[in-house]
């Protein structure tokens, strides 16, 4: 008999193993999917390996597959190597490196998408009795098949099909597609630039780190390497960190490469995920923008791979098989033997060290296009409350903003805060509204009268008394929506723009949002982190952070670093055209190292004190870092699993920190072990096998393992 060992779609880690089916004539191949009966139900599972002519016998029943479901492979050998590979790294089932593969309509799953199909006709015999019936038969014939949509709207058409004439048949649907015309480049490099693009192409070493000044004109590098790479008939792949900055890179590259370009991110839906995957897969387009999940397009001859902002925690997967999309990149590059650029203002620490190390190649722009950075400047919020002002805009703010609408020119505010009040609190009895699943207070979300929580996503009715005394209930902070309803107040004659979350659910929101931005139709765009990057509108002129300083206040070793790059990158926004820029941040902590290096944007001097400080705590770059998090509903099970994990990981001589208590999330009890190790590899092992024990030991307490956590808040 002929075997078939393939994974099963259930993605519980005690089932992260092949299972062996036989098959006989069936047209299995290593990368299909194929129908099986798994524990009394049929289940889609992926095809890792065939044994054939099997004469050997086994101590049970080997059951038949069912079905298969592809025509050709869906994954060629390197990319069910990756998903091992991201299995074995991340400490993951292979079934969930696998899903994260593909997009929907082929993920083994059996209740997930469809590809969509149409019916077309095609001529079969000439059994035409008429010349006008031979007429049309004859059309047809010339152009060989038709849309049947198209078909019957000819006169004969469904007597042709009673006579036998044509065959109906089904092919995938195609999203009619426009011509996008190439515009030429008229952008002349400045000495920089051309020096960036000759290192991207040039330089010994495969990883380039490019640190270039906001505004200093990295996209132009971007497009003019990548125009080089394609004439050399290889593809090029460039992630954006955000769906938000997707339209703008999608726009400038199009505009560069016309119908080459195929689009790939979370707001497509899955028919026109699929038809960009399979425009890639048969090399109908050789460049691909797109976000995270962009980096497994089907690539054949990948020659460059460019991660803009690649700093940014949206490269990381945070669910199920947690992979950085920059490992992965790094992991490709080798198979194809392709360049990888790594590029921001605010390069991440673990990027900078390793190229001050010489591991990859330090590509420096220091000047912008326009030669002008934006002037910042720091608002002191503790005096301002001590002058009565207001504690959402001060005065020298709504000052700058009112000069800069006189002027006609626009204004970004950022509050990276969404909702109307974040805490909701008894007058009387001093009780916070908390979520009733979750350690976490409500959400007010005025606009629909509701009180959210923003970890599970439950969503109440709002109310007005306490529902322990009665007693009235008083809002405290204030997210975007309380922003937004200030703003036009205070000026009624500006229109404005929100972007964050509750603004953007439709599909192709963020494009027609930022869109109209661009288009000059709002003269305020005000929103949360979603906008503080990549975004390049001329006739800003003033950026307002507010809250500049909040993320100092979680418990992760990485808020200095990401209140750096969040105010350096917003303020980035601002004088990008010919006009001068203003940056005005409002903070409490005007003396913090990271808010002053913001204030100077001074990266090389944030860079020097940030990693004395992660050299004195021994967190990364010095160390690899892993992050076990225990949970149940049960919370001595939780906490004895914890304990447990804890004293082994110890005997290996690791540094281990915990066990930590964290926020209840959907009624169940969190804790937490972090483990820092000098090796990588040692790590990996040793995690593994943590893992292997866990899935094989039927405990009831869920175990998430993060290698290479880039955030440890509660």
């Given at each position: 008999m002929n075997l078939v060992y393939c994974y099963i779609e259930n993605n519980t880690s005690a089932l992260d193993q092949t299972y062996i089916y036989q098959f006989k004539n069936e047209p299995v191949e290593i990368g299909k999917r194929v129908l099986v009966n798994f524990n009394h139900r049929e289940c889609v599972a992926f095809v890792d390996g065939i044994e054939w002519n099997v004469s050997r016998a086994f101590p049970y029943e080997i059951k038949p597959v069912l079905n298969v479901l592809d025509e050709k492979p869906i994954l060629n050998k390197e990319m069910i190597d990756l998903a091992k590979w991201i299995s074995r790294t991340s400490i993951s089932t292979v079934i969930s490196a696998l899903q994260a593969m593909v997009p929907p309509a082929l993920k083994p799953k059996s209740n997930d998408s469809r590809i969509k199909m149409e019916k077309w006709v095609r001529p079969l015999a000439n059994h035409t009795?008429?010349?006008?019936?031979?007429?049309?038969?004859?059309?047809?014939?010339?152009?060989?098949?038709?849309?049947?949509?198209?078909?019957l709207k000819q006169s004969l058409s469904r007597k042709l099909e009673e006579l036998g004439c044509v065959?109906?048949?089904?092919?995938?649907?195609?999203?009619?597609?426009?011509?996008?015309?190439?515009?030429?480049?008229?952008?002349?490099?400045?000495?920089?630039?051309?020096?960036?693009?000759?290192?991207?192409?040039?330089?010994?070493?495969?990883v380039i780190a490019l640190k270039g000044v906001t505004g200093s004109g990295k996209t132009e590098v971007y497009l003019h390497a990548a125009e080089e790479v394609l004439k050399q008939g290889r593809e090029v792949l460039i992630l954006v960190p955000e769906i938000s900055l997707t339209p703008m890179m999608v726009k400038r590259v199009q505009e560069r490469f016309g119908n080459d370009v195929a689009i790939y991110h979370s707001g497509l839906s899955a028919q026109q995920k699929y038809e960009q995957y399979q425009s890639v897969r048969s090399q109908d387009k050789c460049i691909v923008v797109g976000t995270r999940s962009a980096v497994f397009m089907p690539f054949s001859n990948l020659g460059l791979i460019i991660l803009d902002e690649e700093h940014d925690l949206s490269y990381k997967q945070d669910q199920n098989c947690r992979y950085h999309a920059r490992d992965v990149a790094l992991h490709r590059a080798q198979t194809h033997h392709a360049r990888v650029v790594l590029a921001s203002a605010t390069p991440s620490l673990d990027t900078m060290a390793r190229a001050l190390k010489g591991v990859y190649e330090l590509v420096e722009i220091k000047h912008r296009v326009n030669q002008s950075l934006p002037e910042v400047k720091l608002i002191d919020m503790n005096e301002v409350i001590r002058q009565k002002q207001s504690y959402i805009l001060s005065d020298e703010m709504l000052q700058e903003m009112r000069?800069?609408?006189?002027?006609?020119?626009?204004?970004?505010?950022?509050?990276?805060?969404?909702g109307y009040q974040p805490i909701l609190r008894c007058s009387q009895c001093g009780k916070v509204l908390m979520c009733p699943h979750c350690d976490k207070p409500l959400v007010l979300h005025k606009e629909k009268n509701t009180l959210n929580c923003h970890l599970c996503g439950t969503v109440l009715?709002?109310?007005?008394?306490?529902?322990?005394?009665?007693?009235?209930?008083?809002?405290?902070?204030?997210?975007?929506?309380?922003?937004?309803?200030?703003?036009?107040?205070?000026?009624p004659n500006a229109r404005l723009i929100r972007m964050d979350a509750d603004t953007t659910t439709r599909k192709d929101a963020h494009e027609k949002l930022l869109k109209a931005f661009e288009d000059h139709e709002a003269d305020i765009l005000l929103g949360t982190q979603m906008i503080s990057k990549g975004l390049d509108f001329e006739n800003v002129t003033l950026v307002g952070i507010l809250q500049g300083d909040a993320m100092l206040a979680r418990s992760d070793y990485r808020s200095a670093e990401l209140t750096f790059d969040l105010l350096t990158q917003a303020g980035g926004r601002s004088g990008r055209g010919h006009s001068d820029g203003k940056v005005l941040i409002q903070v409490y902590d005007k003396k913090h190292y990271a808010i002053q290096c913001a204030l100077k944007q001074d990266y090389d001097s944030f860079f020097r004190h940030e990693m004395q400080y992660r050299h004195l705590a021994g967190y990364p770059p010095y160390t690899y870092l892993c992050a076990l998090t225990f949970i149940s509903k049960n919370e001595e099970m939780a906490l004895d699993e914890a304990n447990h994990v804890m004293m082994l990981l110890k005997?290996?001589?690791?540094?281990?920190?915990?066990?930590s208590e964290l926020l209840k999330i959907q009624d169940e009890k969190r804790y937490r072990i972090c483990v820092k190790s000098k090796s990588l590899e040692l790590l990996q092992k040793e995690i593994y096998d943590v893992y292997q024990h866990h899935r094989t030991s039927k405990s009831r307490v869920k175990l998430h393992i993060d290698m290479n956590p880039l955030t440890l808040d509660d």
């Open positions: 009795k008429t010349a006008k019936q031979r007429m049309l038969y004859e059309l047809l014939a010339e152009k060989k098949e038709m849309k049947r949509s198209e078909w065959e109906i048949f089904e092919k995938e649907s195609r999203t009619s597609e426009k011509i996008i015309e190439k515009k030429p480049c008229s952008f002349v490099l400045n000495e920089e630039q051309k020096y960036a693009v000759e290192r991207i192409l040039h330089s010994p070493k495969d000069k800069a609408l006189d002027r006609h020119h626009q204004i970004i505010l950022l509050l990276n805060r969404r009715k709002r109310i007005y008394a306490c529902p322990q005394c009665q007693g009235k209930l008083s809002g405290s902070g204030f997210g975007t929506q309380m922003l937004e309803e200030k703003v036009a107040r205070l000026f005997e290996k001589d690791f540094k281990v920190l915990g066990v």
